[in-house]
């Protein structure tokens, strides 16, 4: 990996190129990491390794659906990089799953390992599939069937899967189960995520939500607002929105928008989210909630707010709706929520953003607590946890805000930056393996 002649620029494609991709998440992904690259200075060989995933796996999952029939869904997972650790990164079961999402959701996972120093690699997998409206039978047979076909990817030291969009902690269990009984014998730190009862961290169901909170009372202290009062907006009421929202609401931040994808909730004198929770836990979805007006999800986006919290899925903030964006501060509780277009008009308006792979990285830090009390047998209790990963959160934070002020760069370029920097060190220091 000496360094030679070739500049990372001259590598890197024309900017016309990612614009005709805006919504392409792959496209997204490697927009933010050319800039970063070439503002680090990057070796162009590292440039052209980090740029390709290590491995990536397609799989055919073959089921038996409930009235006899079969189906065949298709499955992946990419491992992006892996010289800091194993794997690491979500399964997502949907039906826009493609490989370009996956590939671009591993390499986020790199980058977000990195941003707050734990010691794995990226990856990610996907099903293409409706779970909604598959049977629990199904969802299992589909689950154990996926960690079957990708089982030689899997293991505590290789490849460690976790919870991502429409996967839970029943998720995780099957998959622990299959490939435990493939091993003949119990390995709970194969994935993360799992319930409580069997290897599961205290903490780990609440720790997106609770990060996202943490780095935006940090964001908020540094722009000098006040947390009580702030005004907060959320999009996604799933497990990383719906966190977010109680938890900035218990800081004494005023909650003025949630929603899901059955509707928008507004409410100007404060949405009480324990009750909206409880309507979500009896009616599945925030459609019909009484105590709020109907908004639509364009409205809720351009609402006036110190926060507002994307927590849903990718390219919600876009070039066509940035504009009309009018929060202080941006909290990415999801993955890729805005397009590389939409950070030049939000950086022109000095919107201060919260780059996903520091926003969201709660939930794979305690994944990690997970892996390690997995490993050593010895559990921590919850407070442990939190004020663990509390320390991660806000050093985290400050190092990308250092980082952004040293180079006079977004918050999101610098998250980047940091990231690139700490798994370029690592592929120095190890060398290539020839
Ligand atoms: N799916 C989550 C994410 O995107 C968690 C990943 C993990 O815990 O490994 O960060």
Same mark, same amino acid.
């Not at 826009?96 to 591993?106: F, H, I, K, P, Y």
């Given at each position: 990996?000496?360094?030679?002649?070739?500049?990372?620029?001259?590598?890197?494609?024309?900017?016309?190129?990612?614009?005709?991709?805006?919504?392409?998440?792959?496209?997204?992904?490697?927009?933010?990491?050319?800039?970063?690259?070439?503002?680090?200075?990057?070796?162009?060989?590292?440039?052209?390794?980090?740029?390709?995933?290590?491995?990536?796996?397609?799989?055919?999952?073959?089921?038996?659906?409930?009235?006899?029939?079969?189906?065949?869904?298709?499955?992946?997972?990419?491992?992006?990089?892996?010289?800091?650790?194993?794997?690491?990164?979500?399964?997502?079961?949907?039906?826009?799953?493609?490989?370009?999402?996956?590939?671009?959701?591993?390499?986020?996972?790199?980058?977000?390992?990195?941003?707050?120093?734990?010691?794995?690699?990226?990856?990610?997998?996907?099903?293409?599939?409706?779970?909604?409206?598959?049977?629990?039978?199904?969802?299992?047979?589909?689950?154990?069937?996926?960690?079957?076909?990708?089982?030689?990817?899997?293991?505590?030291?290789?490849?460690?899967?976790?919870?991502?969009?429409?996967?839970?902690?029943?998720?995780?269990?099957?998959?622990?189960?299959?490939?435990?009984?493939?091993?003949?014998?119990?390995?709970?730190?194969?994935?993360?995520?799992?319930?409580?009862?069997?290897? &599961? /961290?205290?903490?780990? =169901?609440?720790?997106?939500?609770?990060?996202?909170?943490?780095? %935006?009372?940090? !964001?908020? +202290?540094? #722009?000098?607002?006040?947390?009580?009062?702030?005004?907060?907006?959320?999009?996604?009421?799933?497990?990383?929105?719906?966190?977010?929202?109680?938890?900035?609401?218990?800081?004494?931040?005023?909650?003025?928008?949630?929603?899901?994808?059955?509707?928008?909730?507004?409410?100007?004198?404060?949405?009480?989210?324990?009750?909206?929770?409880?309507?979500?836990?009896?009616?599945?979805?925030?459609?019909?909630?009484?105590?709020?007006?109907?908004?639509?999800?364009?409205?809720?986006?351009?609402?006036?707010?110190?926060?507002?919290?994307?927590?849903?899925?990718?390219?919600?903030?876009?070039?066509?709706?940035? &504009? /009309?964006?009018?929060? =202080?501060?941006?909290?990415?509780?999801?993955?890729?929520?805005? %397009?590389?277009? !939409?950070? +030049?008009? #939000?950086?022109?308006?000095?919107?201060?953003?919260?780059?996903?792979?520091?926003?969201?990285?709660?939930?794979?830090?305690?994944?990690?607590?997970?892996?390690?009390?997995?490993?050593?047998?010895?559990?921590?209790?919850?407070?442990?946890?939190?004020?663990?990963?509390?320390?991660?959160?806000?050093?985290?934070?400050?190092?990308?805000?250092?980082?952004?002020?040293?180079?006079?760069?977004?918050?999101?370029?610098?998250?980047?930056?940091?990231?690139?920097?700490?798994?370029?060190?690592?592929?120095?220091?190890?060398?290539?393996?020839?």
């Amino acid at each position: 990996m000496s360094t030679h002649s070739t500049h990372v620029s001259q590598l890197i494609r024309p900017e016309k190129d990612t614009f005709l991709h805006e919504e392409n998440p792959y496209e997204a992904m490697m927009s933010r990491f050319d800039v970063a690259a070439e503002k680090l200075g990057l070796d162009p060989g590292l440039y052209k390794i980090l740029r390709h995933p290590e491995k990536e796996l397609t799989v055919a999952v073959p089921i038996q659906r409930d009235n006899g029939d079969i189906e065949v869904y298709t499955g992946y997972r990419v491992l992006h990089n892996t010289s800091r650790g194993p794997g690491k990164g979500g399964i997502r079961f949907d039906l826009n799953v493609t490989l370009d999402e996956v590939r671009a959701l591993a390499a986020w996972m790199t980058w977000k390992c990195a941003v707050v120093n734990i010691p794995f690699g990226g990856a990610k997998g996907g099903v293409i599939c409706e779970p909604t409206t598959m049977s629990t039978g199904e969802l299992e047979r589909l689950t154990r069937r996926y960690t079957a076909a990708i089982i030689d990817l899997l293991g505590p030291d290789s490849d460690v899967p976790a919870p991502d969009v429409n996967t839970n902690e029943r998720v995780m269990a099957w998959i622990m189960d299959t490939y435990s009984m493939h091993k003949r014998h119990t390995v709970t730190a194969v994935v993360t995520g799992k319930p409580v009862e069997m290897g &599961g /961290s205290l903490g780990r =169901r609440e720790a997106t939500g609770r990060g996202c909170m943490m780095v %935006t009372r940090e !964001a908020l +202290r540094k #722009l000098g607002l006040p947390i009580v009062g702030a005004r907060v907006v959320v999009q996604g009421f799933g497990n990383v929105g719906s966190v977010t929202a109680n938890l900035l609401a218990r800081e004494g931040a005023r909650v003025l928008a949630v929603s899901d994808k059955s509707a928008a909730i507004y409410n100007p004198a404060g949405l009480d989210i324990e009750d909206a929770l409880k309507w979500v836990r009896e009616h599945r979805y925030l459609d019909g909630y009484p105590r709020a007006e109907r908004i639509t999800n364009e409205e809720l986006l351009a609402l006036e707010c110190e926060v507002l919290v994307p927590a849903a899925l990718e390219n919600v903030i876009t070039s066509r709706n940035a &504009g /009309s964006v009018r929060a =202080r501060i941006i909290c990415e509780g999801a993955n890729g929520p805005t %397009t590389a277009n !939409a950070d +030049r008009i #939000l950086e022109e308006k000095g919107v201060f953003v919260i780059p996903d792979i520091l926003a969201n990285a709660g939930g794979v830090t305690v994944s990690y607590f997970e892996w390690v009390l997995d490993r050593g047998g010895y559990f921590w209790d919850e407070e442990n946890v939190n004020d663990r990963l509390g320390k991660i959160m806000v050093r985290a934070f400050e190092e990308v805000a250092t980082m952004a002020q040293r180079h006079e760069v977004s918050m999101r370029q610098a998250a980047y930056m940091l990231a690139i920097e700490r798994v370029a060190a690592v592929h120095r220091l190890r060398g290539l393996y020839a």
